[in-house]
């Protein structure tokens, strides 16, 4: 079955700094790449979404590359915030999985003033 | 109406205990999920309704019963629950099985 890595773990940077989090996943037939931000307490809220028919996404200061031959994909926040700090979640799922989900160990991002 | 609303917010349950959590939407969206999640760790899926109709059960214990009134409603049944059980349970739903998944806020668990 399906198996996402993600990396860091954790990621501190400073207020208006650029963040990585980087994704590698094992099934080549997955081609839906969503992220998620959890802040504490809260839900996981999709913040970014990428298939595999496409190599890049952004959306404001959020932009998400996908890499199909090497299996990788990355979210990129460009001039963090405070309020960025939270927990980041990648996913992968395929067409013929029936919307299950495989979600990343997670990145807890903290954007330091 | 763009939200998965979910019921109870916090729920403390004994061992020999029945209860429900309780998942709304009115989105029109027909794929609706429960998902588990411990502290620190991803949401972990346990079930996928699709029109209605259970299509994914990830191997999870009968002490927890899913259930799909209508296309609107998803249930949660819970009986003789462990304290390892203890968790925030997610609701989500999506358009279509494969389409974006939108979270309700939780519902918090804890079986003493």
């Known amino acids: 079955g399906e198996n996402v890595e993600q990396h860091p773990s954790t990621l501190s940077v400073q207020e208006g700094d650029s963040a990585v989090i980087k994704c590698t996943y094992s099934d080549s037939a997955s081609n839906y790449f969503p992220w998620y931000k959890q802040e504490l307490g809260k839900r996981p809220q999709l913040i970014i979404d990428i298939r595999s028919n496409v190599g890049e996404k952004k959306d404001q200061r959020i932009a998400v590359t996908l890499n199909k031959t090497a299996k990788h994909f990355s979210l990129h926040i460009t001039e963090t915030q405070p309020e960025d700090s939270a927990v980041y979640f990648c996913?992968?799922?395929?067409?013929?999985?029936?919307?299950?989900?495989?979600f990343g160990q997670g990145t807890e991002l903290s954007v330091k003033p | 109406d763009t939200e998965v609303t979910q019921t109870p917010k916090h729920l403390v349950m004994g061992m020999t205990n029945k209860k429900s959590l309780k998942c709304e939407q009115h989105?029109?969206?027909?794929?609706m999920y429960w998902y588990k999640q411990k502290a620190k760790k991803p949401p972990e899926l346990m079930f996928v309704?699709?029109?209605?109709?259970?299509?994914i059960n990830e191997s999870v214990p009968s002490r927890f019963s899913p259930e799909c009134p209508n296309s609107s409603l998803l249930n949660l049944h819970l009986h003789a629950l462990q304290p390892e059980d203890s968790a925030l349970y997610l609701c989500?739903?999506?358009?279509?099985?494969?389409?974006?998944?939108?979270f309700g806020q939780g519902t918090r668990l804890t079986v003493v």
């Open positions: 989500a739903s999506s358009l279509r099985d494969s389409d974006e998944a939108f």
């Open positions: 989105m029109g969206h027909r794929a």
């Open positions: 996913a992968a799922s395929s067409y013929n999985q029936g919307g299950k989900l495989i």
């Open positions: 309704y699709s029109y209605e109709k259970l299509s």
